[in-house]
């Protein structure tokens, strides 16, 4: 059984008044995908943030509970100290630095690394070989590059801290199906050689075909957990996040309005 390098436990954060995540726990064990499913405001990217130690840049506070990563409380880290404790977040909507060249935005990752030249120079030929784009674009400015680009480029700047945890805030998101397959295929990559995720995906299909265990939160709480091909496989999932109809309830439907007009006429 693999060792947990994440744990969250009764975890509650608030917004000023707003509680966005209730008493949650979970684990993220050596060398898996993890995936978090659940809607808007279920509290999917606060929890990433309860992790990295970034809730304060939205004025969220953890009120109660604890995160641990491999043993180690990250509670008092600063947000720079737990990227140099192994744990990386890309965030929602890509958020490089536009004005600054590809290459400059790499750099940029590797500021919170530890282990000198050498490690950057193999972080970003890593980088390099997971994305060749981005170093045929390595002059060009980031925000001149097209939304699956600036993915890879958010994916690689967080790559050059060598994370062993990497936090990932939907990915796929306004991506293009062929591309989002792309970003998916990395995310196998990247966890191949070692690397853990916590993927926070819109892309449900994408997300349990990914992972081997996920959590669905549902207003900030745990609503179901479990191994992945069992949740992909559970109708409350497949109904409400993989837009599978259930098959016995249409037929009823169709039956039911199909009939609507014959009664209309007997009763008329």
Known sequence: MAATSLEVRELSVGYGPVRALRDISIDVPQGTIVAVLGG???GKSTLLRAVSRTLGFQRGRVTSGS????????EGLSAAGVVAAGVVQVPEGRQVFARMTVADNLRAGALGATGGRR???EALARVHELFPVLADRAHQRAGLLSGGEQQMLAMGRALMARPRLLLLDEPSLG???LMAERIAETVQEINATGTSVLLVEQNAAIALRLASAAYVLDVGEVALSGRAD???ASDEVRRRYLGVVDETAAADAVTAQASAPALSRWSA
Request: charged share 15%; no cysteine; net charge negative.
């Open 175 to 177: 991506l293009a199906p």
């Open 230 to 232: 069992e949740l992909a």
């Open 119 to 121: 490690s950057s120079a």
């Open 67 to 74: 995160i641990s990563f491999d043993g180690r409380p990250l």
């Open 40 to 42: 808007n405001g279920a």
